[in-house]
């Protein structure tokens, strides 16, 4: 095997190493199903309960999906505006910044009090911690044109419209499918958090009832799909990121 | 057209403050500029780095407006940007998502009345485009991406894009300054060539002498702090100019008469500084 499939390769040897390290420390210790299971044990409850891990996984999809679009809708026009109004930037970014500190974990019982308990909370929550990237990258993509290029095209007369159509979209793109890598990902943590109080469904609400009734097997089980999901989706976002604006990447190509 | 027209640049005692503040303090970044320059003569400004020679473009382009005097560009005020000019920068600054003919296809995309024919048209222009480029020596390069040139290759592709639309005034801010002596020197001739067979008025802003001196009719030596124009030189080398005549005593006498301005104006300002 050659240096680069080597390099392909390496995360799944790298996963295979780790699960069979795991379920060594396991069978060689001994140590309690019921306080950390075995691959073995995962797999096997996995498999068991499928059907059900199956219904909750695809309720967690598509709500991660649909705070996701949101997230995408809201963070590309808020980092639109902000990137392209010096005034906007100034006055939006330090509450921008402020709210994202907040913990969105802290805002589901609100969204509770305001949407009950189900889908409503689990997509606001994965919009709210998944937006906040999109919007900064795109802001920043719109913000660091170089002078001179706008300069040239202002004498031709050009209106700032133009200049963010023409030259500032454009090179955002790559920030922007660069964020969505990260979004994503925050966008299933939303969800999954949101999941745990306040739903009757999803990955989230199969962990807690799992865990109360001692079935770490089917718990992490739920993990793994969770991780599984994101990892699914964090690849497609790369791979349209690579056809799409490969212009940004070529670099890395040779 | 206008055969009696006087100058096709004429800056009357103009000065600029960056802001109203600076303003209230008679703090100028360029002062008392005056300047006439005959249509399609080719000039050069030449001075220390920050002595205003990039706010002096900024009023020619009508990018900014002079807080006292006044501007005519082929007789009229100007008012706002103008279209009848071209720029380049040292950065050539192309966009790397677009080929280098729709790098320089970029500028018909926005200025009129092109941009209303554009779509109609693109045919012509895009042979508008590829002719250019191969006359900067940049043929089968077209449908590269810039990332694909060399420095010079891509600064060669920016003057193109400067030209594309026409402009009757090519305005350059250091253009070869982050290129080879090699490179510089064959797009000076190119330049050279351009200019020739175009006769656009240039205003080349530089930091150096020999390539102001070979490319330009006059040479206006620009001070620091204040901004001002303290020599103009007429460089009277008979054109067409060869490479071979930077060699010569006559071209080294200019060039050091030149330095001996700067020189000067170093000392002073380094005795008192402003």
Known sequence: M????????????????????????????AVSEFIFPSPLRIWSQFWEFKLIIAGHAWRTYWVTMAGFGIAIVVGVLLGF???????AYAAVYPLMTAFNALPKAAFVPILVVWFGIGVGPAVLTAFLISFFPIMVNIATGLATLEPELEDVLRVLG????????????????????????????????????????????GIGYLLISAGSAMQMGLAFAGLVVVGAMAMAMYEL?????????????????? | MQAAAPSFVDFQDVWLAYNEELLAQNHFAVEAIDLQV???????????????????????????????????????????PLKISGMAFQAPSLLPWRTTVDNVLLPLEIVEPHRSQFKARRKEYEERA?????????????????????????QRASICRALIHEPKMLLLDEPFGALDAFTREELWCILRDLWTEQQFNVILVTHDLRESVFLA??????????????????????RPRDLEITYTPEFTDIVHTLRGHIGAMRKTSAVAPA
């Open chain 1, 2 to 29: 050659n240096k680069k499939q080597f390099e392909t390769w390496s995360p799944w040897i790298l996963l295979t190493v780790t699960i069979l390290l795991w379920q060594l420390i396991c069978s060689v210790f």
């Open chain 1, 81 to 87: 505006v902000i990137g392209s109004s010096r005034l």
């Open chain 1, 158 to 201: 050009a209106k700032r419209w133009d200049v963010l159509v023409k030259v500032g979209l454009p090179r955002s793109m790559p920030y922007f499918y660069g964020s969505l890598k990260v979004a994503i990902t925050l966008a299933f943590v939303g969800t999954t958090v949101s999941e745990m109080t306040a739903a009757n469904e």
């Open chain 1, 237 to 254: 976002f790369s791979a349209i990121e690579k056809r799409t604006t490969g212009w940004a990447h070529r670099r890395s190509q040779d």
């Open chain 2, 38 to 80: 005959r249509q399609g003569e080719f000039i050069a400004i030449v001075g220390p780095s920050g002595c205003g020679k990039s706010t002096f473009m900024k009023l020619t382009t009508g990018l900014k407006m002079p807080s006292r005097g006044r501007i005519l560009i082929d007789g009229q005020p100007v008012t706002g």
């Open chain 2, 130 to 154: 590829r002719a250019l480029l191969q006359k900067v020596g940049l043929g089968g390069y077209e449908d590269k991406f810039p990332w694909q040139l060399s420095g010079g290759m891509q």
């Open chain 2, 217 to 238: 009719d006059t040479v206006y030596v620009m001070s620091k702090s204040p901004g001002r124009f303290v020599v103009k030189k007429e460089i009277d080398l008979p």
